[in-house]
């Protein structure tokens, strides 16, 4: 169904103290899908994509993207990635169209270039009104929408992007949405980290699913689910606390 792996994941481990955040973790993801990394908080997604990236170092394992290892070929590997980090910090001084131009020029395009593909992508994420102020004065939803332009002014071949929709109206979820799926039909690769499964279910042609640092299923969303909604898969798979109503039995009380 998928081309060749586009990152390359064996026996990644990370551990802070005693808590092992990432436990001997191997995945594949094909080049040409739209990949979802879902687990519950603190399940380890934010760690991983931090060594994927190159932002964190493992304590062991290997990362490869299309052939090139992210540890001993770090520039080969992040010259064919654009990252959406968790937290990310920008130079909000700059006006978003500032951003973005430098953004272009940092992975090597020339000023030019880079200054008509940051009108287009400001027009199709519509910040076109906002392209000559600061960042600093974003919104949320901005400032995350002008963080995945950043991520994708150079046109990279792999995606790699946490939480892309979250404080993100529906309009403009919509235009993501369709950006990265033009961006899949045109031979690239998406992984991004959702808490919200119905979004995955709907945007994603396969999804792991990670808990406590190891991954527990991954491969073509209709084998995950196995006849099941993710949501109903992805709580099989973790398990559901079940809440003790009693224990909550003052809500609603009148004083």
Known sequence: MFGQPALQIAHLHKSFGAKHAVNDLTMNVPSGCMFG??????AGKTTTLSM???????DYGTVSVLGHDVWSDPAGAKALMGVLPDGLRMFDRLSGREMLVLSG????LGTGIAAERA?????ALDLS???????????????K???LACALIHSPRLLLLDEPFEAVDPVSGQSIRKILRDFVNSGGTVVMSSHVMELVETLCDAVGVIAEGRLLAAGP?????QGMSLQQRFISLVGGRVVDESSLSWLGQAR
């Open 37 to 42: 990394f879902v687990g519950p908080n603190g």
């Open 105 to 108: 020029e940092m992975h090597g």
């Open 52 to 58: 994927v990236t190159g932002l964190l170092r493992p």
């Open 129 to 143: 009104a906002d392209a000559n102020t600061m960042v600093a004065d974003y919104s949320a939803g901005m400032t």
């Open 119 to 123: 009108d287009s992508i400001l027009a």
């Open 221 to 225: 969303l209709d084998v995950v689910r």
């Open 145 to 147: 929408k002008i963080g």
